[in-house]
């Protein structure tokens, strides 16, 4: 294992030491937890709070700011936030119009966000909650009873924070992130494994020339294994998984968003988006936004993941174009 760390034990530590003082002028770390809060306020909108295990940066520390999220609360690598992490981060995001939890559906992240909420409900913090399950790849997988929460839990974090930011009410927000989750769809490639500090291996093993659909951010099993595929026919593989799950008709409106697993060049990404984006041009959708970028990471995986989002309210669009400040939207 190649790794520039000090040791596994202490890489969330002094990884969260190092963001704060790097972005010093954003967002600061809770004293002895592990909660990246914003230094931005605005006394009365509704906070937003995720988090869960380190490793995929930069979710969600980098999404923390002005117009996204309140806070974020760090697990170590993979592994979920405990519930007295969560609640510091809730008490820290607070700012008088109640706290919205958004959730990865992972097991481990749910039940510690939930029984963080009720602590924190116990303090008098209105809390809600939205759960992320965006990965169609597969269900009822290692971590995981349903589907999987991956990179379609940044598009939550952009359009439910300005609509946070423009002053929306918890329950209103809540409502907007439920319809907003039925509308995301994403499904990943792996071409190499992810390697966990702590247990100095990759998580699974691939051939030099294999690949594998469906892999989750921790390395869960995908669907299918094969030999090494181009750009083009992987794009098409993801696409009518997409096309399958969503139904779609021409001239349906999506926004879309690659993002790099890890340890894949800005260069592939941009090649995978060409050939996506000449594959929903035959489809005759209309694309209203797009974004590449390394956003939902799973370490040192190489591979993409491709999220489609169907358009349900033009507002949406206003969403995602409002300015925010934070260290890792641009």
């Known amino acids: 294992m190649k790794k520039i760390i000090n040791s596994p034990e202490h890489v969330l530590d002094e990884m969260l030491d190092g963001f704060a003082y790097a972005n010093a002028h954003l967002v600061k770390r ?12 605005n006394d009365g909108q509704v906070a937003l709070v995720s988090g869960g295990g380190s490793g995929h940066e930069p979710s969600h520390a980098g999404f923390v700011g002005k117009g996204m999220l309140a806070s974020a609360v760090c697990g170590e690598v993979f592994t979920s936030p405990t519930p007295d992490q969560v609640y510091e981060g809730i008490k820290a995001a607070d700012q008088g119009g109640g706290v919205l939890l958004i959730i990865k559906n992972y097991t481990g992240d749910v039940m510690n966000f939930e029984m963080a909420a009720e602590l924190a409900e116990a303090d008098g913090i209105d809390v809600a909650h939205i759960v992320v399950d965006d990965d169609i790849a597969v269900e009822d997988s290692s971590f995981t009873a349903g589907k999987r929460g991956v990179a379609g839990t940044v598009i939550m974090h952009k359009i439910l924070g300005a609509a946070a930011e423009s002053g929306m009410g918890l329950q209103e927000l809540k409502t907007l992130g439920e319809t907003l989750v039925a509308s995301i ?4 490639v792996s071409i190499l494994p992810a390697t966990v500090p702590a247990v100095g291996k990759p998580g699974f093993e691939l051939a030099d020339d294999e690949m594998e659909y469906g892999v989750g951010i921790h390395g869960e099993p995908g669907y299918r294994r094969e030999p090494l595929k181009s750009s083009k026919e992987i794009a098409e593989e993801l696409v009518m998984k997409l096309k399958d799950a969503f139904d779609w008709q021409e001239g349906d409106r999506y926004g879309v968003l690659v993002n790099g697993l890890g340890a894949t060049p800005l260069m592939e990404q941009f090649v995978f988006m060409n050939d996506t984006a000449k594959l929903l041009d035959q489809e005759g959708l209309d694309i209203a936004f797009k974004k590449v970028g390394s956003l939902m990471t799973s370490l040192d995986m190489a591979g993409v993941s491709l999220t489609l989002v169907k358009v349900a309210d033009e507002k949406w669009l206003d969403y995602w174009h ?9």
């Open 30 to 41: 809770v004293t002895g937890t592990s909660v990246i809060a914003r230094k931005y306020k």
């Open 185 to 188: 769809k994403s499904i990943g």
């Open 322 to 330: 409002m300015p925010v400040e934070t260290t890792d939207w641009a």
